[in-house]
């Protein structure tokens, strides 16, 4: 909304002169009036304003809108008419205004901004209109927790002679989602890949917490969850099979993990960090998109949900 005592000031200074005079000007007059009543628009903070931040999504791949914004409605503004000196040039200042009001009456703390026009050159002149539209939202913030250490046993041994346990292994993780890489009977060296899909089964790199500025807690999700469409997984078995006395079979399990994450930093460079452990193991890296407030330091470790699952079948082969 444009100051009125300054439009009507500018209205009695135009009717105060003959018609005449104003035909005798042109459109250059027109131009220079439009110019000075744009300049003294002015559109005040409404209470709770002041606190709405501007958020640009489109340069901004890696935000989660869903997760870590409510949508409390759309909003939109413009400001700016004409073509070239045919008009007034949009004023940037009026619209953000007019845009934080709205959001605040909405209750919203946060504008995702999905559209952003600046005054520019057209084919035929230049546009003045300066427009901003988006989706007005309330924020909630998340705060990083590392995962707590777990542990899982790495060897089992059965009372079954080796040359039917190896079989009946190689039977089992054939009819599993595991993938055999390599496998050699007298070593008793039997390699298994896994993981393209279902990241989060086999990983735990921590929790988000989703919490208001006053700490009221909204929710809480595995970060490995959150960012699955970042993340890639490549897990590898390494088995080795040995004869006991007795006639038993002992089964060492030990799975190397490699987690990588694509993503952007605000200057839209992008940037790969790489978690690289083992079982019963973990790895934290400090991550330079990290929010300012909360910890930069992320911890992945296995689920041992693979290791579980060959226990499974090895204890199978002894029943």
Partial sequence: MRNMNCLCRVNRSSTSRPANSLRRWGLAFMAVLSVWVAGCASVPLEPGAERVQFIDVRKMPDLQPDFE???VGSVSGEDGAGCGLYG???DRDDVEVRIKNATARLGGDT???TFWQLPHMKTVC??????IAGTAAKRWWPYYTAPLPTQVDQR????????KAWTALIDYVSSSFFKI???EKDSGLLTLEFGEHDIPKFVDCGTWQLKT????????????KEFQQRLTLNGQVNLRAKAEEGGKTSVFINTLYLVNMNTTNEMGRSLTYRWEFTTNKAHTLELDTAPE???PRRTCQPTHEAERQILKGITAIAE
């Fill in 111 to 113: 504008v995702l901004i």
């Fill in 181 to 183: 890489k390599t496998y």
């Fill in 156 to 163: 089992k041994t059965i009372p079954v002679e080796y040359s």
């Fill in 88 to 90: 007034h040039r949009g």
């Fill in 126 to 131: 230049y546009d003045n209109v300066y427009k």
């Fill in 293 to 295: 407030y909360d910890t």
């Fill in 69 to 71: 914004y409510d949508s």
């Fill in 213 to 224: 500025r006053d700490g009221q807690l909204k929710r809480t999700a595995p970060y490995a």
